[in-house]
C-alpha cells in the first residue's frame, strides 16, 4: 500500500466517525427526551406489549394493554389463558390468533424454566415463542438498559437514508450501525432513529426542508426530487 492510499484511507475512517458524531449530537439536541411509547410497569409487561406490537402501531398497543395488564398482569396469569381467551383480549391487534398462542407458550416458559423471570440475554430471549431479534433487543434495551440497538422499520429506513448502513436485512444492518455507533450511545439513538423517522423521515413525502440533519444526508435531494415529482 502506498502512503497516500494509507492517508486516504484514515482521513477517511475519521471524517465518517466526525460524521457520525455530528449526527448524534443533532438527533440528541432534537430528541433528547425520546423512549418507548409503550406502557409498561414490568419487563414482562414489557415483553408481551413489544410481541403485541408487531404489524400493530404502540398507540393501538397501548389501548389493549390498558386492559390487559389489569386483568392479566404476571407470566402465570397469562400461562393459564387458552389461546381463545386471549384472543378474545387482544383482536385489536393484528396477527391476534398467533401472538395469543406465543404470548401464551412464552408465559410457560418463563414461569416452568425461570421463575416467572425475563431473561436478560439475547440467546435465552429468542428461544421463547414469537420473540424475535428486534423484540428481544427491545427488551433489553428499555427493560434492562443495555446498549442494544433494535432494527424496525423507522430504524432501517432512516439510517439508510443518512449513509449509516448499506445491508439489505435488519440483522446486517444492526451489524453495521453497531460498528459506527458508540456503545453509550446506542440505546438513545435507536429511539431518536424512531422519532425522527415518524416525525421527519417519514417512509413516503419526508420532510427534508425541515430536517435538521439535512446538511448530512447523502439521500436529500433524491428524496426531495421524489416528493416533487
Known amino acids: 500500500m502506498t502512503g497516500s492510499f494509507l492517508k486516504n484511507l484514515r482521513e477517511e ?11 448524534l449530537a443533532v438527533l440528541s439536541r432534537t430528541y433528547p427526551d425520546a423512549g418507548t411509547a409503550l406502557r409498561f410497569e414490568t419487563p414482562f409487561q414489557l415483553l408481551v406489549a413489544a410481541m403485541l406490537s408487531a ?10 394493554t390498558e386492559k390487559l395488564f389489569k386483568r392479566y398482569r404476571e407470566p402465570r396469569d397469562f400461562a393459564l389463558l387458552t389461546p381463545e381467551e386471549l384472543a378474545r383480549e387482544i ?7 398467533s401472538k395469543s398462542k406465543h404470548i401464551i407458550a412464552a408465559s410457560r416458559i418463563l414461569v416452568e424454566k425461570y421463575n416467572s ?14 420473540v424475535g ?41 444492526e451489524e453495521e450501525l453497531l460498528a459506527i455507533i458508540p456503545e453509550n450511545a446506542r ?26 440533519l439535512a446538511y448530512l444526508c447523502p439521500s436529500r435531494s433524491i428524496q426531495e426530487k421524489r416528493v416533487t415529482t
Open 133 to 173: 431479534r428486534k423484540t428481544a433487543n427491545v427488551v433489553l434495551n428499555v427493560a434492562f438498559g443495555q446498549p442494544t440497538l433494535p432494527v424496525d422499520t423507522h430504524v432501517f429506513r432512516v439510517s439508510h437514508r443518512l449513509g449509516l448502513a448499506r445491508a439489505r436485512t435488519p440483522e446486517k444492518t
Open 187 to 212: 440505546r438513545a439513538f435507536h429511539h431518536q432513529l424512531i422519532a425522527h423517522g415518524r416525525v421527519i423521515c417519514t417512509a413516503r413525502r419526508p420532510r427534508c426542508s425541515n430536517c435538521p
Open 117 to 130: 423471570q425475563v431473561p436478560q440475554n439475547l440467546a435465552e430471549l429468542e428461544l421463547l415463542p414469537g
Open 55 to 64: 404489524q400493530t402501531t404502540d398507540r393501538q398497543v397501548n389501548k389493549i
Open 13 to 23: 475512517k475519521t471524517n465518517g466517525a466526525a460524521r457520525v458524531e455530528e449526527i
Open 91 to 97: 383482536k385489536g391487534c393484528g396477527l391476534y390468533r
